[in-house]
Nanobody, 125 residues
Framework: QVQLVESGGGLVQAGGSLRLSCAAT????????MAWFRQAPGKEREVVGS????????AYAESVKGRFTISRDTAKNTVYLQMNSLKPEDTAVYYC??????????????????WGQGTQVTVSS
């Protein structure tokens, strides 16, 4: 059984930085890609960015381009989200997700086979 375990969330002032981690434990797979999503109160879950497992190709939502960076360590089965220049509108629960195949767009939550439990990120103004 696979578990995705996130860590690194917290409270930070606007303009600050946080680094989230997501470790895949249990049975290991060769992921097609892993991604970070976020969900703010009263809003739908939205993609933040994605990284392909083999090639390390990344893609980001327009709202975070230039501020957030996704990376992965295949040996540790871990994906990271470095968040810089944080804004109050980045406040949300952040989830990591893993997909075995590319059956839909990377931004579609239905692509993903496994999800983490979420970690809260709060950015104060």
């Amino acid at each position: 059984q696979v578990q995705l375990v996130e860590s690194g969330g917290g409270l930070v002032q606007a303009g600050g930085s946080l680094r989230l981690s997501c470790a895949a434990t249990g049975r290991t797979f060769s992921w097609y890609n892993m991604a970070w999503f976020r969900q703010a109160p009263g809003k739908e879950r939205e993609v933040v960015g994605s990284i392909t497992w083999t090639g390390g190709n990344t893609a980001y939502a327009e709202s975070v381009k230039g501020r957030f960076t996704i990376s992965r360590d295949t040996a540790k089965n871990t994906v990271y989200l470095q968040m810089n220049s944080l804004k109050p509108e980045d406040t949300a629960v952040y989830y990591c997700a893993a997909a075995l195949t590319a059956r839909t767009s990377f931004s579609n939550p239905r692509r993903y086979d496994y999800w983490g439990q979420g970690t809260q990120v709060t950015v104060s103004s």
